[in-house]
Nanobody, 131 residues
Framework: QVHFVESGGGLVHSGGSLKLSCATS????????MGWFRRAPGNERAVVAA????????????YYADSVKGRFTISRDNPLNTVYLQMNNLNSDDTAVYFC????????????????????WGQGTQVTVSS
């Protein structure tokens, strides 16, 4: 059974930083693309960052939504089956519940970041940025 356990959220002032963690189990983490999504109040869940491996490449590639580019950094620790999201220079638009997910391997190569297990979301972690 697939599990995602997000942690690290909290209340932070504008300009502050947080580092989110997501511990995973139930699938082969090391060769699975991973993403962070967020759902802001009144909005649908949307991808903010992804980390994936392209066949033939030695290093993982990353993707960032324009709204977080230059401020957020996604990383992973394969032996720990954990993915991270370092968030710097936070602003009120970053207030949301953050989720991690394994990504569908047939989609991210064409720029679409969709969950591989769409019915298996964790509880998420709340990030609140006060201005």
């Amino acid at each position: 059974q697939v599990h995602f356990v997000e942690s690290g959220g909290g209340l932070v002032h504008s300009g502050g930083s947080l580092k989110l963690s997501c511990a995973t189990s139930g699938f082969t983490f090391s060769n699975t693309a991973m993403g962070w999504f967020r759902r802001a109040p009144g909005n649908e869940r949307a991808v903010v960052a992804a980390i994936y491996y392209l066949s033939g490449d030695r290093d993982f590639k990353t993707y960032y939504a324009d709204s977080v580019k230059g401020r957020f950094t996604i990383s992973r620790d394969n032996p720990l089956n954990t993915v991270y999201l370092q968030m710097n220079n936070l602003n009120s638009d970053d207030t949301a519940v953050y989720f991690c997910a394994a990504l569908h391997p047939g989609l991210y190569r064409s720029g679409r970041y969709e969950p591989l297990f769409p019915t298996s979301w964790g509880q998420g972690t709340q990030v609140t940025v006060s201005s």
